[in-house]
């Protein structure tokens, strides 16, 4: 596995972490979810509670100066640079934290009339060689070279749910569906769907159930990774030429209401963390699939009957074994050594009866490593400064960094 952030790992973590019984203890650690919904907007007094949480690590608000801002979705570049998503009755903001940790607004968009001012909780968004790209299902809005005002695209002839560039194209995934068009939404390219005749996957015929959820480019223009989930789930490879989806490795079942998901890419690795709903009996594993060797590294997992007999073909390097109640899922970040996890998808989903926290594993040292008792974020980051996290919250962004 080639390892990424490295200056990171010399400096981060030089303060001992030892796992905090909160961990082992279920209801401790549900007692601090429940007991910290307000943590969303905290005051002086619920800032300090959650510094006294964390002797270890020191504790800064630096977005917004002041005031409440909603944040609806973060997303990390391959350069390392956060980007997050915020907003207010007019516009939506999507501000980048330069070196500094300080946020620059890097683009804007309109609000849409008419149209419930919740529409941010359901936005994804990624940033491809400096490229804005966000959808909310309907549209998709890209941004322009040097400018800060997105414009839009409509009339796909599906619900999107994911959006990427690939060969200099706009690659839009649907749940039956792939599409691609130029950066202006015209010459549009069916790649398969299910709905049109000689452009079916073999996938989707055998599976009727499987509905694809994430995707991005791969190892080259003809080749990208596809996530699909149903009654059973898996990640693949998809060919543009021969319309063709070969696993990478098969999944449990992936159910959008009943599971925690999340694919990304990091460089040269994509980075999947899947986790049954706590509140469904919360079952979970992480892993990375690099792209240059083919390699699939199972960061986590809970080590069970379920897991065992679903997944036959399970590696035989399981690396870490999760206790229950650990929920590490959501957005992950992974540099080969330590694991981010952000505990959660997003802030509808995670708002009220999940007991999840974010926080980091230094996986040469699990249990020992568990660190940070932290609510569920909508991001956790690896700073570019080389020894802190940053946590993009759901209404401020903040930074962590060790004391010693």
Same mark, same amino acid.
């Given at each position: 596995?080639?390892?990424?952030?490295?200056? $990171?790992?010399?400096?981060?973590?030089?303060?001992?972490?030892?796992?905090? +019984?909160?961990?082992?203890?279920?209801?401790?650690?549900?007692?601090?979810?429940?007991? &910290?919904?307000?943590?969303?907007?905290? +005051?002086?007094? /619920?800032?300090?509670?959650?510094?006294?949480?964390? @002797?270890?690590?020191?504790?800064?608000?630096?977005?917004?100066?002041?005031?409440?801002?909603?944040?609806?979705?973060?997303?990390?570049?391959?350069?390392?640079?956060? *980007?997050?998503?915020?907003?207010?009755?007019?516009?939506?903001?999507?501000?980048?934290?330069?070196?500094?940790?300080?946020?620059?607004?890097?683009?804007?968009?309109?609000?849409?009339?008419?149209?419930?001012?919740?529409?941010?909780? *359901?936005?994804?968004?990624?940033?491809?060689?400096?490229?804005? #790209?966000?959808?909310?299902?309907?549209?998709?809005?890209?941004?322009?070279?040097? /400018?800060?005002? #997105?414009?839009?695209?409509?009339?796909?002839?599906?619900?999107?749910?994911?959006?990427?560039?690939?060969?200099?194209? #706009?690659?839009?995934?649907?749940?039956?569906? $792939?599409?691609?068009?130029?950066?202006?939404?015209? +010459?549009?390219?069916?790649?398969?769907?299910?709905?049109?005749?000689?452009?079916?996957?073999?996938?989707?015929?055998?599976? @009727?159930?499987?509905?694809?959820?994430?995707?991005?480019?791969?190892?080259?223009?003809?080749?990208?990774?596809?996530?699909?989930?149903?009654?059973?789930?898996?990640?693949?490879?998809?060919?543009?030429?021969?319309?063709?989806?070969?696993?990478?490795?098969?999944?449990?079942?992936? =159910? =959008?209401?009943?599971?925690?998901?999340?694919?990304?890419?990091?460089?040269?690795?994509?980075?999947?963390?899947?986790?049954?709903?706590?509140?469904?009996?919360?079952?979970?594993?992480?892993?990375?699939?690099?792209? &240059?060797?083919?390699?699939?590294?199972?960061?986590?997992?809970?080590?069970?009957? *379920?897991?065992?007999?679903?997944?036959?073909?399970?590696?035989? +390097?399981?690396?870490? &074994?999760?206790?229950?109640?650990?929920?590490?899922?959501?957005?992950?970040?992974?540099?080969?050594?330590? $694991?981010?996890?952000?505990?959660?998808?997003?802030?509808?989903?995670?708002?009220?009866?999940?007991?999840?926290?974010?926080?980091?594993?230094?996986?040469?040292?699990?249990?020992?490593?568990?660190?940070?008792?932290?609510?569920?974020?909508?991001?956790?980051?690896?700073?570019?400064?080389?020894?802190?996290?940053?946590?993009? =919250? *759901?209404?401020?962004? &903040?930074?962590?960094?060790?004391?010693?």
């Amino acid at each position: 596995m080639k390892r990424f952030f490295i200056p $990171l790992i010399l400096t981060l973590f030089a303060v001992n972490l030892v796992a905090d +019984d909160l961990y082992k203890n279920p209801g401790k650690l549900k007692h601090l979810w429940h007991s &910290s919904r307000n943590f969303f907007q905290r +005051d002086n007094a /619920k800032n300090a509670e959650l510094q006294q949480l964390n @002797p270890a690590w020191k504790i800064e608000k630096i977005w917004p100066a002041d005031g409440v801002h909603n944040i609806s979705a973060s997303t990390c570049d391959d350069k390392g640079n956060i *980007y997050f998503l915020s907003g207010n009755s007019f516009d939506f903001q999507i501000f980048q934290l330069a070196d500094d940790a300080k946020a620059e607004l890097r683009w804007t968009f309109p609000t849409m009339r008419g149209v419930s001012s919740n529409i941010g909780n *359901y936005m994804t968004m990624k940033v491809d060689n400096d490229t804005l #790209l966000i959808t909310e299902g309907r549209y998709v809005w890209v941004s322009q070279p040097g /400018k800060k005002l #997105l414009y839009r695209l409509s009339h796909f002839p599906f619900i999107i749910k994911s959006v990427w560039l690939q060969g200099g194209r #706009l690659m839009l995934l649907g749940e039956k569906h $792939l599409m691609s068009s130029n950066l202006l939404g015209k +010459d549009r390219r069916t790649h398969f769907s299910a709905s049109q005749a000689g452009k079916a996957l073999d996938l989707l015929q055998k599976n @009727p159930q499987a509905k694809f959820l994430s995707g991005g480019m791969g190892a080259n223009p003809d080749e990208a990774i596809l996530l699909y989930g149903g009654r059973s789930g898996a990640i693949g490879k998809y060919s543009l030429s021969k319309n063709t989806f070969t696993e990478i490795v098969s999944l449990p079942e992936i =159910e =959008e209401q009943r599971h925690i998901y999340n694919l990304s890419k990091n460089k040269d690795n994509y980075l999947f963390s899947w986790a049954e709903n706590p509140a469904y009996g919360a079952i979970g594993m992480q892993f990375a699939y690099n792209l &240059s060797s083919g390699k699939l590294t199972v960061i986590g997992s809970q080590i069970n009957d *379920y897991l065992k007999q679903f997944w036959k073909t399970m590696p035989v +390097d399981m690396g870490i &074994s999760w206790e229950k109640y650990h929920n590490i899922t959501g957005n992950i970040a992974y540099n080969g050594k330590y $694991l981010l996890y952000s505990g959660g998808r997003d802030k509808m989903q995670m708002r009220d009866d999940t007991p999840a926290c974010s926080g980091i594993v230094d996986l040469t040292k699990y249990p020992e490593g568990v660190s940070l008792q932290y609510p569920a974020v909508n991001g956790l980051y690896f700073s570019k400064d080389g020894k802190s996290l940053v946590a993009v =919250e *759901y209404y401020q962004v &903040s930074k962590i960094t060790p004391k010693n």
